[in-house]
């Protein structure tokens, strides 16, 4: 018998304290502000990894970008929920609307911007190893236009974020 995990309470809202089964309503979720990159929630908590399978959902603003430019060794797939975002794709832009999704298979170079004229929301599922994952920073011009690149390419998330204030 699988045990339910206890929701622990914060001020920014609660998250699994331990492992087990759990409903946690998104509104009720931990939220974390990102420092300019919008608000983030995970789902998880510090005992209560999800080692197979990522979820988060993400809500930007209009030009915010949800991280940097990147490309990693692990699948991800991306659903707009509401409002509409850019997303930057192997060089490229693309509009997204509530209802797109979005597949990226293992070192696809993408990231988010949200556009329109309100926030976006954005569903984000990412498969985990059980090793590190490998996350390459590539320069591009499309991403340094919308301030989500790197000047110099990387494979260092410190150096890439560098520039960031810690949240």
């Known amino acids: 018998m ?19 089964w759990f409903v946690l309503n998104v509104r009720d979720s931990r939220w974390f502000e990102t420092g300019g990159s919008g ?78 004229d309100g926030p976006c929301a954005i569903l984000m599922v990412g498969t985990r190893k059980h090793e590190r994952d490998k996350v390459v920073y590539p320069v591009s011009d499309v991403a340094l236009r919308h301030g989500a690149g790197v000047e110099e390419e990387t494979s260092d998330g410190r150096a890439a974020y560098a520039r960031f204030p810690e949240t």
């Open 2 to 20: 699988v045990p339910e995990a206890p929701l622990e309470q914060t001020e920014n809202g609660a998250f699994p304290a331990g492992e087990g």
């Open 39 to 116: 608000f983030y929630t995970t789902f998880e908590g510090e005992n209560a990894r999800f080692t197979e399978l990522g979820f988060g959902l993400g809500v930007l603003h209009p030009g915010e970008p949800n991280a940097l430019y990147h490309g990693e060794d692990a699948q991800e797939d991306f659903l707009v929920l509401s409002g509409e975002c850019l997303l930057l794709v192997e060089g490229q832009e693309r509009l997204l609307r509530a209802w797109d999704f979005v597949h990226c298979p293992n070192w696809t170079e993408h990231i988010f911007v949200g556009a329109g």
